[in-house]
């Protein structure tokens, strides 16, 4: 009995879960509709299914909850998830004005960003399906992880679109050292993404960008093991990066079904980040949600997000009415001196989730986020993907929380002297 179905966002075409397709014939997103009325389990019964699964690695533990069709020796995993759920300090509390500050980072599964919880069960799926080639567009996590689990995956080769020179040295080198096949355009991400829309409809390449709505299944966990990991004790707020709208459009279902079988009793509200040079979505809320209006993403150190025409973008809008949420845009300083007082935290963030941390702080500087409330912040990938972003931030010495390195002769006084030690 299949427990999986696509359907258009706006409940109109159903199709069988097994079929490939993206939209719907009349070019709506799809997303994937759980049987959970065939399951039948109570909140409780669910709670239990989780705990019993803590053994487990994450996605087979919440399986039923992301895949539930998905038989288990297809998986395909890197023993991805059960990352950290920091609870933030004094100097932290401090400096983003709110006293309640947990930091899920996503940044801490084996390609070193939150791309991995979607991609265990998108690869999956596609060795399920048995295709042969999948293929993404990215800013550099997606690619890096699809190749990574393509690789893992001995029947699957992968392919990637990259806008050339967009992307970080390191992120680059992960596609490459995992064996996929990569293209840099002389264009930006949404320009691959175009592209790889086309290539994959013309071809028999399986698509495993976030408009493909197993993936988005597979990010639901995040949400869900943060709040797994809070007992279940719903925080006021849930602060999320948003480049082309997949996560927040994943953290939204989730905690959404959650909520809707019983599993949690509250509905936190959910504040999407943007910069200032990619804000297709901040407009959009600044608008009262009107219609999107894509705009040319300009250069950002938040170069994950530098993204003007989200594909999720009805996704995202619709989970963010559900959860009252908000969107902001920071700016450059902001989110680089965020990211900044977090590392020296010890908590390696990447500036996307600079991004995240910078509307944390505008938001309770706006009162919008109270002292008093509790904000769990998605952090989306490890600060060591970007080392050009940090080099560039902390040797210019008018920056905030600037440290630059002081260069010495190697020599004991020298050292000394520098240091302003005593002889
Ligand atoms: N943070 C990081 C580190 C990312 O890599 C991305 C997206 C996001 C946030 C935003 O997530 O797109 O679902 O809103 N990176 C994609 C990529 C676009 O190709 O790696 P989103």
Known sequence: MSLMKLQGISGSEEYDSKEIRYRTDNGELLEVIIDFDAIDRSAGEWKKYFEKGKQKTAFVRYKDFLLPDLPEEKIVTLNEGDTPLYNAGKKLQDYFGVKNIFLKHEGMNPTLSFKDRGMVAGVSWANFLGVKRVACASTGDTSASMAAYAANCDSLESLVLLPEGKISFEQLSQAVSYGATTLGLKTDFDGCMKLVQELTAKHKIYLLNSMNSIRIEGQKAIGLEALHQMNWEVPDWFVIPVGNAGNVSALGKGIRELYELGIIDKKPRIAGIETEAANPLYESFKNDWAELVPVKAKKTFASAIQIGNPVSFKKA???????????????????????????ADGIAVCPNSGTALAGLKKLSEKGTIKEDEKAVVILTAHGAKFSSAIQEYHKNKGNRFAN???ICEADLKAIEKTLGLQE
């Open 317 to 343: 809008v619709r989970e963010l009415k559900y959860f009252n949420g908000v969107m902001e845009e920071v700016s450059e300083e902001e989110l680089m001196d965020a990211k900044a007082v977090v590392d």
């Open 404 to 406: 630059t390195t002081k």
